[in-house]
């Protein structure tokens, strides 16, 4: 199918479809209704239509640093979803949630605990002020040296953390002690792992790697070698090579389709590669040029220079994305970035 690119008066584009032979009845009266809109605003019309929303804001489906610029809203259950995958929530978290998140988490667990061990020796009559003055042989307590809450707490952070100051210890004088002893330390050892590895995660992530990995704030619409060519270049400001470097490059813009629908973020892949390189794959050695050929079969081709140089034109726009495998850990990043009409420069 071929496409065609119509503007209206306000030198706005939407891709709309040229094919000839279309059967749909209602798509051709829409088509002849589109037509006699040509020397009116296309959006006003599509608006009447009840096609487009009555405000038209032009906003970017991907920021410069490859952040997304949109989030999304109306999602059924949304806190519940994120509360399922509770460490990668938490992965995403800020540093100082983290730290937030990890003194809540060691402080409760300590005061829980501190409060279960002043309920055993509170039953025990271990605090009993006629029983803490009696012989050592005639009553032996739960814990040794506790004398109040403040001690039952240190003794608690001693217990998960195994410390050990050697002033208070369970003895065998009851039973449900030695159970919350064991249990105690095993919710310890599973805590520490848990922070240990959250901690770990979120320094090692591939994440922030891919700020090194820099892109050309503009594109560059040219001819070399007798060819058009949309180009842009990438870069690793890194001596440790990016290891299977291969680079993807989508068109998202607005579209109709046979039947009148307008989809309003149509995504289609252009080839790309390195310039003088066969494949996707790139080699980041030094600042790379990635090029993309214009040619009879390209979605660039229908536009002209004057599409490019309007600094409001939203009607399409052009995300890339690199990935490759850090030499240093094995992980895989990612980097990205788009190109909007006006960031394209004509004839460089």
Not at 32 to 45: P, T, V, Y
Request: glycine residues 6%; proline residues 4%; contains cysteine.
């Amino acid at each position: 199918m071929r496409w065609t690119w119509f503007k209206d008066s306000a030198e706005r584009s939407v891709l709309v479809p040229s094919d000839a032979g279309m059967r749909d009845p209602s798509y051709d009266s829409f088509n002849d209704d589109l037509s006699a809109a040509s020397h009116q605003s296309l959006f006003g019309f599509l608006r009447r239509r009840k096609v487009l929303p009555q405000s038209n804001t032009n906003v970017r489906a991907l920021n410069k640093d490859g952040t997304r610029a949109f989030s999304p809203v109306n999602i059924h259950q949304h806190r519940r979803k994120f509360t399922a995958d509770i460490f990668t929530t938490l992965l995403e978290l800020k540093w100082r949630w983290i730290f937030v998140s990890c003194f809540i988490t060691y402080f409760g667990s300590w005061l829980f605990f501190a409060a279960l061990w002043y309920l055993i020796v509170f039953l025990h009559g271990d605090l009993d002020p006629a029983v803490t003055t009696l012989p050592e042989n005639e009553h032996t307590p739960c814990v040794t040296g506790v004398i109040g809450f403040a001690s039952v707490f240190l003794f608690s952070v001693e217990t998960q953390h195994t410390i050990g100051y050697g002033a208070h210890y369970v003895t065998e004088e009851c039973g449900l002690g030695v159970l919350l002893l064991c249990f105690q330390s095993i919710v310890g050892v599973i805590l520490e792992g848990l922070v240990v590895g959250l901690v770990f995660l979120k320094i090692s992530r591939p994440k922030k790697r891919s700020e090194t990995l820099a892109f050309s704030r503009n594109a560059v619409i040219c001819h070399r070698d007798g060819k058009r060519y949309f180009m842009f270049r990438v870069a690793d400001t890194r001596t440790s090579h990016l290891l299977e470097a291969h680079v993807r490059a989508q068109v998202v813009w607005k579209r109709f389709t046979q039947e009148g629908e307008l989809v309003t973020h149509s995504q289609e892949e252009i080839t790309v590669q390195g310039d003088g390189e066969k494949g996707d794959k790139i080699l980041l050695f030094w600042p790379t040029t990635v090029v993309h050929e214009i040619d009879k079969d390209s979605p660039l081709d229908p536009l002209q220079p004057k599409d490019f140089q309007m600094e409001n034109n939203a009607s399409f726009e052009i995300v890339v994305v690199l990935e490759g495998v850090l030499e240093t850990t094995g992980l895989m990043t990612q980097a990205r970035t788009s190109y909007s009409p006006h960031e394209a420069r004509i004839h460089y």
